[in-house]
């Protein structure tokens, strides 16, 4: 569904992406590790355009996005849904106008089909009575909860989850992935996951990467991963990537 394809980054002279290349498979879950300030979030704002890289090409579902414009890559936007980091919900607009909005902002379906659409969003995310709540009136784990039914409203082909447990308890984070796995099922999603989770990663993913000083270092299935020969990629899913540099 994505592949990037030697993608080169720097910034004020910085090298934060220094040939990244990586194949995300269409309906799989990939999750990209990496050490918090590895170049994770930039990986993901190439996917979806809100960064060029340097040298290197985009490439979504055989389109290649690297040099369009501003219209153009709008019309790829929309087939991706993004739960932020924080859920990144509107603190004065209850959960139904938050999940309402993209819907509102780029379709023309009447307020019915809008209804029936986040009707069928709450859903998917096991979400019910929440309407009419405010995102302060809610747990982090619920706040996730309707960023993700926002994300999957408008019919995506691929959701980007940026850090999706970040800051969450072990049984929500729990839940959370959950969530993912069972989204992914029902609706047949491609999701592209960047955390540095190991345990979650190697839980959840079809298919895991691990970002370091710029580049992929290795990828493959969990199991593929979890054995790996790599002395850095043993520090990190053994999380003691302090002990190790590479040279």
């Known amino acids: 569904m994505i592949e990037l394809i030697n993608i080169h980054k720097s910034f004020r002279g910085q090298v934060i992406l220094d040939g990244v290349n990586l194949n995300i498979p269409s309906g799989k879950i990939t999750v990209l590790l990496g050490r918090s300030g590895g170049g994770k979030s930039v990986t993901l704002k190439h996917i979806i355009g809100l960064l060029k890289p340097d040298e290197g090409r985009v490439i979504v579902d055989g389109q290649d996005i690297t040099d369009l414009g501003d219209s153009e890559i709008n019309q790829v936007r929309k087939r991706f849904g993004i739960l932020f980091q924080d859920g990144a919900l509107f603190d004065s607009m209850d959960v139904y106008g938050n999940i309402a909005f993209p819907l509102r902002e780029h379709t023309r379906l009447s307020e019915a089909e809008i209804a029936e659409r986040v009707g069928h969003a709450l859903d998917a995310v096991g979400l019910a009575n ?41 049984l929500m984070t729990d839940s959370i992935n959950q969530l993912i796995v069972n989204t992914q099922k029902k609706l047949k999603l491609t999701n592209f996951i960047i955390s540095h989770d190991v345990d979650a990663a190697l839980r959840i993913a079809h298919k895991v990467a691990v970002l370091y000083e710029g580049k992929i270092l290795v990828e493959g299935t969990p199991d593929e991963i979890r054995f790996s020969g790599h002395p850095y990629v043993q520090a990190f899913v053994n999380k003691r990537q302090g002990e190790f540099e590479v040279e």
């Open 130 to 170: 929440v309407e009419h709540k405010l995102p302060s009136e809610l747990s982090g784990g619920m706040r996730k909860r309707v960023g993700l039914a926002r994300a999957v409203v408008n019919n995506p082909d691929i959701i980007l989850y940026d850090e999706p447990t970040s800051g969450l308890d072990p």
